[in-house]
C-alpha cells in the first residue's frame, strides 16, 4: 500500500517569513495530492490540492508543487500569519490495490510567531 | 447546511462495552468515511464507502464494523472496546473517492 512521509513534524517561524512542509510517497500509481489544515479541536479542511498531471498549484499565499519523478510534494506558505498555526497534512491518493483511497501523512505543527 | 455531524463528540466506555458512532452528511456526496486520529500517526483510514451500498476496509479495520444506512448516513460500531481504540474519530465525505473530503468535528473515545 501507500506509504506518506512528512517532515518536518514542528516548524517555528516568524510571522512573515515563509514555511515549508515536505512529502514523499511510495507508489507511482497515486495521482491525487490534497493538503489539509486542522485547527485545535476541529476535523480537517482542505487548503489546497494538486494532481499529477501538475507541477504546481498556486491560491494566494499557498503554494503546492509535485516532482512526480522523485516522488515529492511540498507545501509552500508565503508571509505567514499567526493564523496560519495550526496542523498541516500532506495524502495522497490512487489506485492501490484496487482502491482510491487516500493515504494521509503524519503531520506537521506549524507554529507561526508574531 | 451542517455538512458532516457527528455525534457524540466525547465517550468514555469501559473495555467490553459497545457503542456506535454515529454520522451524517448534507451535501449529497457519495462517499464516505471513518479515520482515527492518534498523536503522531496522523490519520488512518478505518472503514470507507465508495457509494451507497458499498463499504470496504482502510488501514486499520479491526475491532471495528460499519453500516451505509443510506447515502447520508455512515456510522461506526465498536462491537467490544479496548483500551487501544482510545482516539479521536473522525468521519468525512466527498463527492467521489479522492476528491476535497470533508470532516466533521471528530469524537474523543475513551476506553478504560
Known amino acids: 500500500g501507500e506509504n506518506v512521509e512528512q517532515h518536518p513534524s514542528t516548524l517555528s517561524v516568524q510571522e512573515g517569513d515563509s514555511a515549508v512542509i515536505k512529502c514523499t510517497y511510495s507508489d507511482s500509481a497515486s495521482n491525487y495530492f490534497p493538503w489539509y489544515k486542522q485547527e485545535l479541536g476541529k476535523g480537517p479542511q482542505l487548503i489546497i490540492d494538486?494532481?499529477?498531471?501538475?507541477g504546481e498549484k498556486k491560491d494566494q499565499r499557498i503554494a503546492v508543487t509535485l516532482n512526480k519523478t522523485a516522488k515529492h510534494f511540498s507545501l509552500h506558505i508565503t508571509e505567514t500569519q499567526p493564523e496560519d498555526s495550526a496542523v498541516y497534512f500532506c495524502?495522497?491518493?490512487?489506485?492501490?490495490?484496487?482502491?482510491?483511497?487516500?493515504?494521509f501523512g503524519t503531520g506537521t505543527k506549524l507554529q507561526v510567531i508574531p | 447546511n451542517a455538512g458532516v455531524t457527528q455525534t457524540p463528540k466525547f465517550q468514555v466506555l469501559k473495555t467490553g462495552q459497545s457503542m456506535t458512532l454515529q454520522c451524517a452528511q448534507d451535501?449529497?456526496?457519495?462517499?464516505m468515511y471513518w479515520y482515527r486520529q492518534d498523536p503522531g500517526m496522523g490519520l488512518r483510514l478505518i472503514y470507507y464507502?465508495?457509494?451507497?451500498?458499498?463499504?470496504d476496509k482502510g488501514e486499520v479495520p479491526n475491532g471495528y464494523n460499519v453500516s451505509r444506512l443510506n447515502k447520508r448516513e455512515f456510522s461506526l460500531r465498536l462491537e467490544s472496546a479496548a483500551p487501544s481504540q482510545t482516539s479521536v474519530y473522525f468521519c468525512?465525505?466527498?463527492?467521489?473517492?479522492?476528491?476535497?473530503?470533508?470532516f466533521g468535528q471528530g469524537t474523543r473515545l475513551t476506553v478504560v
Open positions: 451535501m449529497n456526496h457519495n462517499s
Open positions: 494538486i494532481r499529477s498531471n501538475v
Open positions: 464507502s465508495a457509494s451507497e451500498g458499498t463499504t
Open positions: 468525512a465525505s466527498s463527492q467521489e473517492m479522492n476528491t476535497e473530503a470533508f
Open positions: 495524502a495522497a491518493g490512487g489506485n492501490s490495490g484496487g482502491y482510491q483511497k487516500v493515504t
